[in-house]
């Protein structure tokens, strides 16, 4: 399915005020991970209150244990501290890299502001060497930057 479409379907998501929060988010995971063959990894991680910590929200694929990450520690952990995208072609190659599973080859992970505050991110594993494009990346930030509306008007706690 192409991004365009897409992004409708999340719009539209995202735009159920008669759903929680967590449970929007929750269909836009399985939305990305059902529609895009090489994202098989789809979730959110939340700054964990004042803590400097991600905490796991809402995510698609398999069980993970790495439900808190410490700024600073894995893919997440620096993106967390960096306020960039990080775009990793092959895990293997990256020294402070958590593995999730030893089928992930790939990984992507994008910033979601809320009020200019860097809030939380969505991190997507794929089993796929080196498949993200800089289309992956504007898909990545178009979906964050609505989901960061919805943040903003319904608020959202981890």
Known sequence: MAFQQLKQDVTSILAQNNVSVENRLQEVCALLEKNITYYNW???????????????GPYVGEPTDHTIIPFGKGICGQVAVSNQNFVV???KAQDNYIACSIN???????PLFVNGENFGQIDIDSNTPDPFTKEDEKFL???NAEVAKVIEAEGFLV
């Open 89 to 91: 072609p092959d895990v």
């Open 42 to 56: 789809v979730g959110f991680y939340f700054k964990n209150g004042d803590k400097e910590e991600l905490k796991l």
């Open 141 to 143: 930030e178009y979906v």
């Open 104 to 110: 992930v080859k790939a990984e992507i992970v994008v």
